[in-house]
């Protein structure tokens, strides 16, 4: 099975809508298709309040097949932490396949004496408005990310692997409209790799 390794860093967060009246705490859940199975947390940023700077950096591995269809999204929310329950402040939604095409573009346009080994990618930094209820709140979420080399893991068998015992992995079952509906396994997982 190929797989593309994905680097993501949440750098910061400004004009976030949230009441000033107390010493408000943000955090960011990162999740694949906004499934709660499949989320990172950040810290908490004690200090910034409607500004925080987390710069959480964290990488996974997923299907290559999730940079080839707009259906795979990533989606990072964001939280005030409260006492009586967290309180969402907006999300950014963003397919595999916009991030994937953007670093490309960005290392098309490049003109240096040195090559890209082949499938890795240079980075790129992004700015997305903050999305509350469907509209924009005004907000902006900052962050970096960068695919990796493709790679070749074997999928789990019913017997115990090394994979299996590594790595809790979770298919995407995602639906591409091509004029019939089709679902796509894209395996996904946060196991395979710690947080830098």
């Known amino acids: 099975m190929e ?3 994905f680097e993501i860093t949440l750098v910061s967060a400004r004009n976030l809508e949230v009441r000033e009246t107390h010493k408000m705490k943000v955090y960011a859940k990162i999740s694949i298709a906004g499934d709660p199975n499949m989320e990172k947390r950040t810290p908490v940023d004690k200090k910034g309040r409607a500004n925080p700077a987390w710069n959480f950096t964290t990488i996974c591995i ?5 940079v080839e269809h707009d259906g795979v999204l990533l989606v990072i929310t964001l939280y005030c932490s409260r006492t009586f329950g967290d309180q969402c402040i907006g999300e950014v939604c963003v397919s595999f396949k916009e991030l994937f095409n953007r670093e490309r573009t960005l290392w098309g346009r490049l003109r240096t004496p040195f090559s890209s080994p082949k499938g890795v990618g240079v980075g790129k930094t992004v700015n997305y408005p903050v999305k509350n209820g469907g509209s924009n709140s005004g907000g902006v979420l ?3 990310y960068r695919f990796g080399e493709v ?3 074997d999928q789990p068998s019913g017997r115990e692997s090394t994979l299996a015992s590594v790595a809790q992995w979770v298919v995407l079952i995602i639906t ?3 004029g019939v509906d089709l679902p796509i396994d894209i395996p996904f997982s946060w196991k395979m790799f710690h947080e830098v």
Do not use: E, H, P, W
């Not at 997923?62 to 999730?66: E, F, L, P, Y």
């Open 151 to 153: 790679v070749i893991v």
């Open 176 to 178: 591409v409209v091509t």
């Open 142 to 144: 900052k962050f970096s």
């Open 3 to 5: 797989c593309r390794k």
């Open 62 to 66: 997923i299907g290559k097949q999730a």
